[in-house]
Antibody, heavy 126, light 108 residues
């Protein structure tokens, strides 16, 4: 069974940092692109970043470029999101999501997600 | 960035109804469109990708259609478990994708 379990969320002051983790199991983690998607309270979904299987390609939405860093450790079946210079507008539930194995229906680095974790809440407030 | 607009934003329906949700892209996206279902406090669940391909395990009462800029999600016979919020997502633009604002489907 595919499982994605996020951790690391919490309350942080504006300007602070937080590192999110996503533990993957039930599939060959190293074979998949992975993504982070967030959802502000009561709002819609926003794609944040994704990373290729070997970490050689990484992409970010403009609003987090230069502040967030996505990474992965295939030996530990884990995905990470290092978040620096946090702002109130970064407050959201952050989901770890898996891209499909076969990317024939995808457009370059952009794709849909076939499995999602349950999310971890990040609150940026003083 | 490509803007995705869903309509309606919310509506109510009854069990057994046939319902259709529309998603419009601000520019052509071919068939690079997915639909998700999200229930309160839960993660989104993939229903359809490539505009009309049903994800494995998703009931056949769900169907998708469209290409270019206009897309629809249809639920042929609403079940109680279908009351949720639905999102479309375009993944044509590179390198990032964008979602619609969501359509909340409530019980009448």
């Amino acid at each position: 069974e595919v499982q994605l379990v996020e951790s690391g969320g919490g309350l942080v002051q504006p300007g602070g940092s937080l590192r999110l983790s996503c533990a993957a199991s039930g599939f060959t983690f190293s074979s998949y692109w992975m993504s982070w998607v967030r959802q502000a309270p009561g709002k819609g979904l926003e794609w944040v970043a994704n990373i290729k299987q070997d970490g050689s390609e990484k992409y970010y939405v403009d609003s987090v470029k230069g502040r967030f860093t996505i990474s992965r450790d295939n030996a530990k079946n884990s995905l990470y999101l290092q978040m620096n210079s946090l702002r109130a507008e970064d407050t959201a539930v952050y989901y770890c999501a898996r891209d499909p194995l076969i990317r024939n229906d995808c457009s370059g680095g952009s794709c849909y997600a076939d499995y999602w974790g349950q999310g971890t809440l990040v609150t940026v407030s003083s | 960035a490509i803007r995705m607009t869903q309509s309606p934003s919310s509506f109510s329906a009854s069990t057994g109804d046939r319902v259709t949700i529309t998603c419009r892209a601000s520019q052509g996206i071919s068939s690079y469109l997915a639909w998700y279902q999200q229930k309160p406090g839960k993660a989104p669940k993939l229903l359809i990708y490539a505009a009309s391909t049903l994800q494995s395990g998703v009931p056949s009462r769900f169907s998708g259609s469209g290409s270019g800029t206009d897309f629809t999600l249809t639920i042929s016979c609403l079940q109680s478990e279908d009351f949720a919020t639905y999102y479309c997502q375009q993944y044509y633009s590179y390198p990032w994708s964008t979602f619609g604002q969501g359509t909340k489907l409530e019980i009448k």
